[in-house]
């Protein structure tokens, strides 16, 4: 549990980037009818991390 602690204290912004990035570089690569595998999963394992490393520190109470 402590980790999620760690994640959403420390590493949530650097993550918050990562998607930013990601949203954008995915847009871009429709609009282009470019393949865009890669910075899916990027984007969806930043934003699940996200998600879950704030709702396990609400969870716990801290």
Known sequence: ???????????????GIVFCLNLVAVIKKVKNGQPAG???????????????SIGVTASIGV
């Open 1 to 15: 549990m402590m980790i999620f602690i760690f994640i959403s204290i420390y590493l949530t912004p650097v993550l």
């Open 38 to 52: 890669i910075n899916t999963f990027l984007l969806t394992v930043s934003f699940v991390m996200i998600v879950w």
